[in-house]
């Protein structure tokens, strides 16, 4: 059987180092709350304010490191209930997605596109993926079993040596069946 | 191929005749805002707010007539924004569920069960259970399609003459699957 682990991931904001000195002010860098699942990422101590048309999240946890271009990652619930429509979206592919006011203790910036759905997909390290038959963008099936069982269909594989064996939903699809951090599942096709 | 309306709900709340009269007066009735899919059912015009642990909700739909007993359905989602904690449940079964606190414009009202997550479902008509070969209580598969694709397992057929073809998913159900109220999905077992 392929299982995998499933984590949760909660609306959270990765940052450009450009913004981080807007938002937090010039020479400010992130620090460390605890470890994420994929090595060398962490949840921030810092959070941020984001303000959409019809509402706002005043405490959005930063990921880090700092990457290339800021990215807010969001569920469909909170989009709707801030007011934007941000795309289903493979990380970093930001290219006419959705925008938002992003407010820290130090300034505030507007981007223009960086709001996205994330996209469901499973992280393979490189011997995960051999040993389980997979390769790099293949479209998968999982399924979640129990009381909410469901199987998600779209499931984008993501192999790289820098990558830890996780599947990674959003709080919508977590709670549409019933799943939460930790939990095994299994590849199905 | 056996192809069934998707209904997306809401949080919403059934009231009691006895907590309708405490929540909006002594001879108070619901007022109709618009039908619903079932037959009978209708949104009313009426809202009330709903207070838990750690939030409130403060204008949840009221959905008529009136029912036996008062019965709050939220998703999961909302359930964790207020700090509460209901069982999956089809509607009616209530016993040991979630209370909630619930407050109209002539009083408040704090039950001690009857919050629940909807167990999703299907309404068939008899004579549409008849032609797909679908008996009541049947627990069913149903392929929504699109770049969120999944497919719901424990989706439970309610067959009855007063029923109208539809399946009643909560919207992190639809969130999760990027579904909405009329797209059309599959039975596929």
Redesign the interface.
Same mark, same amino acid.
């Given at each position: 059987m392929r299982t995998v682990p499933v984590g949760v991931s909660a609306r959270h904001i990765h940052l450009s180092p450009e913004h981080l000195a807007v938002l937090f002010g010039e020479g400010a860098s992130l620090t460390e709350l605890k470890p994420l699942s994929q090595p060398g990422q962490f949840a921030a101590n810092e959070t941020v304010e984001v303000i959409g048309p019809k509402g706002s999240f005043p405490k959005v946890r930063i990921l880090g490191p700092v990457r290339r271009r800021t990215q807010l990652e969001v569920? *469909? @619930?909170d989009a709707?209930a801030i007011g934007i429509n941000p795309p $289903?979206r493979e990380s970093g592919d930001i290219a006419e997605s959705a925008g938002i006011v992003i407010k820290g203790p130090a300034g505030e910036v507007k981007i223009e596109e960086g709001v996205i759905v994330a &996209? *469901?997909h499973i992280h393979f390290h490189t011997s995960d993926a051999e040993q389980y038959g997979i390769v790099d963008k293949q479209r998968l099936s999982v399924r979640l079993s129990g #009381? *909410? !069982?469901? $199987?998600? =269909?779209?499931v984008i594989a993501r192999v790289s040596p820098e990558f830890a064996l996780d599947l990674h939903i =959003? @709080? =919508? #699809?977590a709670? &549409? &069946? !019933?799943a939460k951090t930790g939990d095994q599942v299994e590849i199905i096709g």
């Open positions: 569920s *469909r @619930t709707f $289903v &996209a *469901r #009381e *909410r !069982g469901l $199987v998600l =269909d779209q =959003d @709080t =919508d #699809e709670n &549409a &069946a !019933g």
